[in-house]
Nanobody, 115 residues
């Protein structure tokens, strides 16, 4: 079954870090692209980072230099390392995958950064 499952969200203080985890099934190679989106209350869902199977990672401006997308092929897992977190980073983070023209989403994990 093709699916994405996130974990790793939580409550942190400004300036701290979190590492989100996305388990991809049946494998990360099932997807042409994997990445992360987020959505804050009252805002549109926005791209955080996309990692094409072939090509360069694409980071949103707010993520550049602070967030890092990585993979562990053996574990079929995608990570989002988030550093120097800000209050504005608060929201629900979703793992995203594209398989051809089909899009897949994780269930979401809440990230809350305290002021």
């Amino acid at each position: 079954q093709v699916q994405l499952v996130e974990s790793g969200g939580g409550l942190v203080d400004t300036g701290e870090s979190l590492k989100l985890v996305c388990a991809a099934s049946p494998s990360i190679f099932s997807f042409h692209s994997l990445g992360w989106y987020r959505q804050a209350p009252g805002k549109e869902r926005e791209m955080v980072v996309l990692g094409p199977r072939f090509g360069s990672r694409i980071y949103a401006d707010f993520a550049q230099g602070r967030f890092i997308l990585s993979r562990d092929n053996a574990k079929n897992t995608v990570y989002l390392q988030m550093n120097s977190l800000k209050v504005e980073d608060t929201g629900v983070y979703y793992c995203y995958g594209r398989q051809g023209s089909e899009e897949y989403w994780g269930q979401g994990t809440q990230v809350t950064v305290s002021s």
